[in-house]
């Protein structure tokens, strides 16, 4: 799951405004958020980063 270079360096957690990480989920990609206490994870359909918080899965 390459996304474009730069991306991750732009984009954010919605929730809190923390850095994301990439990581393959247990189905799709998906990018982590790296914030204390969030750890919401968004799903990346099509190479395309899906952050809505109510697409996200939480920590387990």
């Known amino acids: ?4 270079a730069g991306l991750l360096d732009i984009l954010a957690c919605p929730a809190c405004h ?5 990581e393959e989920g247990p189905q799709t990609p998906e990018l982590v958020c790296t914030g204390e ?3 919401l ?4 359909r099509d ?6 918080v109510d697409e996200a899965r939480r920590p387990a």
């Open 1 to 4: 799951m390459p996304l474009e």
């Open 18 to 22: 923390a850095p994301l990480r990439e």
């Open 37 to 39: 206490g969030c750890g």
């Open 41 to 44: 994870a968004y799903p990346v």
């Open 47 to 52: 190479d395309i980063p899906v952050l809505l």
